[in-house]
């Protein structure tokens, strides 16, 4: 069962920028999609980005232009660098990798971002 591990959450003000890393236990991740999500209280987990196994990136129109996702096979490692982050950024964001066969959850990375 593949592992992910979400870290670089934090508080930032508004306009400021972080990154995101996810990484990804076993020998699949150069196979795998790799997505992030996030979850704002009261509401439904929203894609954020994706990043297929061959490079292809494609985001939700609410961060396209301020966030990037970007992986690292040799590390099996995802980020997502978040730059011009705005208060409705707020929310837990979550990895999630798909091989063809298995789908996996990170715990998941609490970001604040104070106006």
């Known amino acids: 069962q593949v592992q992910l591990v979400e870290s670089g959450g934090g508080l930032v003000q508004a306009g400021g920028a972080l990154r995101l890393s996810c990484v990804a236990s076993?020998?699949?991740?150069?196979?795998?999609?790799m997505r992030w999500y996030r979850q704002a209280p009261g509401k439904q987990r929203e894609l954020v980005a994706v990043?297929?196994?061959?490079?292809?990136?494609n985001y939700a129109d609410s961060v396209k232009g301020r966030f990037t996702i970007s992986r690292d096979n040799a590390k099996n490692t995802v980020y997502l660098q978040m730059n011009s982050l705005r208060p409705e950024d707020t929310a837990t964001y979550y990895c999630?990798?798909?091989?063809?066969?298995?789908?996996?959850w990170g715990q998941g990375t609490q970001i604040t971002v104070s106006s």
């Open positions: 990043i297929t196994s061959g490079g292809s990136t």
């Open positions: 076993g020998s699949r991740f150069r196979f795998s999609a």
């Open positions: 999630n990798s798909h091989d063809g066969s298995q789908v996996a």
